[in-house]
């Protein structure tokens, strides 16, 4: 039976289904190869060579595989139909190989389908042909691209800026616009206006709202109407005067679909409904891809197929009637830069069932293909007709003019069962046309307007919006940043490093983000440029569509980036730090309003500031007069007083103390008085988690100063329990015991019999590794391969995998009670492999031998004995095992001296750290 291969199980459950007996359909699991996360796997002295090394938990997927072959030579590679889905089928082909498990007379063939239907799959089957080179060379290139990228450019950001993790060709990019976006916030700096709204009676004694457009017979802008009083004497003139109308104008309008889904608009648009991120919409999507209800969903394509276009008319003509069919298909064609191999759009597979007729049951799927099927039907609908009218109003000697305008839907067309959301935007004009205004009531030129109330409003100009997930891959699309399968791994990547948060939605960026943009932006300016990275991409599709070698593309490149690296190698900390607070001066020292020195510490009112960065890579502004003065804000610009950052305040006073609340290098908190030379730690106590600086009053703050809290005498011995706030959050103490509070409000809150109860458990808890029994198993998997029970246990961290010696966690989101024997064998041969040669010790099957103890005298059964007695032994001498560990590094280290320079010291150094497509 010939042998398909797709990326996971729930794809290849659904194939084998529509494929039948005659098929055996495995596995991958994904890619089964990629680079070793250390330097030197991309090799630009040898022609870019590139070391592969196969996944320890791909090695049973691969072994499969090759079993299947040995019955019937016949592979047919069925991944995803785009460049990475390409790329997995070479991988397999190439490991294959090497296992030999691919022989001359195994043929090999590649199909692809856009959606996993019985139609599609039988049609793609009759179909096949070879792996795709240039899409594979395109991968080999992105590969090879965000490798050295990452594995040059972060040791350098590693040394030079205490803190940052890591940067990437795209991930560096795109924090810049997030940052650069942030600056132009902070910089931003609000405007006055105001406008002026009459509320208006026609003859019929129908009330509706005009604005002043028009005023001493000039046409008002927006700024010229400064202040209340410029306001209050356009209030005057127009109460002063008799007003009617002087033209209608109605004017027909219609508003037409949106095209279907592609990538982007699919991860927009589930942002802007939903709240979801871009991970999350297309773990969904994937899902309902693997199931057979949706196309493909990684694609910048937005046409659809002819058939598919046939049957969404079928479905709107069924569903809606024949009023909702435009006379011919709609035909939508590509805006984005660059296209990625031409796919379909994203759509239902079968028009005619809606979210509730497949009755899916997880949320986000069913809210995901609800979005889908409503958008495409839209996409094929008639346009929605309007009317929109237009009235002015005027005084006789032409001195005052307001305008109201408004619509009504003639009819809904698309309307009925989509409509585009929106992003946020900068406040419109005044006098912007707002689309979902009310219908005005009917009126002609002529008619008198009688006056019921003229309100003057006041409005402030508002700063550019933060980017959210939807709006930043919007951005990243229009720049030409960027490529379907990586904008969610980049939105990820840049939260997941702590260069970026997300509060309600919104992503700002934290002190270490806005130091990695500034140091690279003045170090490595070209390779954050967005025109840059864009042509970069133009290369890469060039690639693809097999116009250019990737080879070339990469020696280009790397030529003038190994330069920039050696460019800043020798630079040193405190030049670079120097650096960067000159370029962000502008922005972290701005001019006063008195025209003193910005620089000036407001404390001490000597020493200058200038920025430091803390151990923990976060950076702050300071005094250079410390330790004498230890005047401190968070890094950006100072507030309107000049002294702190905003938020900053005066809570009030307690005998005689101010009592204030501060944001400091790691977060806000509260202080009693004032920093002095006497007392330069006053009191202070940081805000809980969970407490908003916004919500702090003196109350609070003085029950934080008060920490820690006297319960009372323990009833045993006497001894105090104190109730408090740590590092690990709330608490009770009682002599050396700690015992953790599940609420902040208990410490305040908390009686004795509480705590002594907390207390009593936290000992029992503790007392219990010398003298309880073991935890128990979760489940029991079975027997190991090579011996010994496999379980899942319960651990303080989360459930684990547990065969001898070897605890391997299981991966985030995955449940004990799904995890099979094969899965967990996986886990815990990978952890034990990780470990080299200590993985033989581990297992339990080794340590049980009766060999070992019935022949003592063997070298194998010595060998035996003695690692108990070792082991027992390791605690009683620590120090003399540390140098024998450390002995034996050193010996290492001196036996392969090239592989030890070549391999990267950090353990942040990983390849999803740097690595991004």
Known sequence: MPVVVVESPAKAKTINGYLGPDYIVLASFGHVRDLPAK??????????????????????????????????????????????????????????????????????????????????????????????????????????????????????????????KSAGRVQSVCLRLIV??????????????????????TPRGREFAARLVSLGGKRLDKFDLKTAADAELAVAAVNHRDLSVTSVEAKPASRHPSAPFMTSTLQQEASRKFGLGAKATMSA?????????????RTDGIDMAPEAVMAARDAIKDRFGADYLPKSPRM???????????????????MSRDAASLRITDADQRRIYDLIWKRTLASQMSEARFERTTVEIGSADGQVGLRASGQVVLFDGFMRVYTEGRDDVAAPAPDAEDEDDARLPQ???????????????????????????????????????????????????????EYVR??????????????????LSNYFRRYVEYDFTAGLEDQLDGISAGEADYKDVLARFWRDFSAAIAETSELRIGEVLDKIDEVLAPHLYPPRADGGDPRLCPTCGKGRLSMRTARTGGAFIGCSNYPECRFT?????????????????????????????????????????EATTETPKPPRASLPKGWAAQDMDLEKALRLLALPRLVGSHPEDGQPIEASIGRFGPYVKHGSTYANLPDVAEVFEIGMNRAVEVLAQKAAGRGAGRGRAAAQPLRALGEHPAGGEVSVMPGRFGPYVKWGKVNATLPKGTEPETVTLDEAVALVDAKAGSKGGRAKAAKPKAAAKPKAEAKPKTAAGSKAVAKPKAAAKAPAKPKAAKLKAEATATKAKAAKPKASARTTADPEASAGDVLED
């Not at 090759?66 to 019955?71: G, I, P, R, S, W």
């Not at 179909?127 to 040059?152: E, I, K, S, T, W």
């Not at 999507?285 to 969903?297: K, S």
């Not at 830069?337 to 379909?344: F, G, P, R």
Request: negative net charge; contains cysteine; glycine residues 6%.
């Open 502 to 519: 997300k509060e309600n939605g919104r992503l700002i960026p934290e002190d270490k983000g806005r130091l990695v943009t500034a140091f």
């Open 39 to 164: 330097d030197g796997s991309v090799d630009p002295d040898h022609d870019f060579a590139m070391e592969w090394e196969v996944a320890p938990e791909s090695r049973k997927h691969l072994k499969a595989i090759a079993d299947a072959l040995k019955d019937d030579p016949n592979l047919i590679l069925a991944t995803d139909p785009d460049r990475e889905g390409e790329a997995i089928s070479w991988h397999l082909t190439e490991a294959l190989r090497d296992r030999k498990a691919i022989k001359a007379a195994t043929q090999v063939s590649r199909v692809t389908f856009n959606a996993i239907t019985k139609t599609a799959v039988a049609e793609a089957m009759k179909h096949p042909r070879q792996v795709d080179a240039p899409l594979v060379d395109a991968y080999l290139a992105r590969r090879a691209l965000d490798y050295l990228v990452g594995f040059n450019l972060s040791p350098v950001l590693w040394r030079k800026l205490p803190g940052a």
């Open 633 to 673: 804000r968070p890094f950006g610009p100072p507030s309107e007083d000049g002294e702190a950052a905003s938020g900053e305040r005066l809570l009030g006073h307690d005998n005689g103390d101010p009592i204030h609340l501060k944001d400091g290098r790691f977060g806000p908190y509260v202080q009693r008085g």
């Open 443 to 497: 009126m002609a030129a002529g008619d008198r307007t009688d006056k019921v109330g003229v309100t003057p409003d006041q409005h402030f100009t508002q700063p550019p919006p933060r980017y959210t997930e939807a709006t930043l891959v919007k951005r990243m699309e229009e720049l030409g940043i960027g490529r379907p399968s990586t904008y969610a791994s980049i939105v990820t990547t840049i939260q997941d490093r």
């Open 332 to 350: 939508y064609k590509n805006k984005a830069k660059n296209a990625q191999e031409a796919h379909e759009c994203i759509r239902p597979t079968d």
């Open 180 to 201: 650069e976006r942030e600056m132009e916030i902070e910089a931003f700096r609000a405007q006055e206006y105001w406008t002026v709204e009459a509320v208006l009676k």
């Open 285 to 297: 999507a994937q899902r309902l891809y693997e199931a057979g209800h949706i196309t493909y969903m």
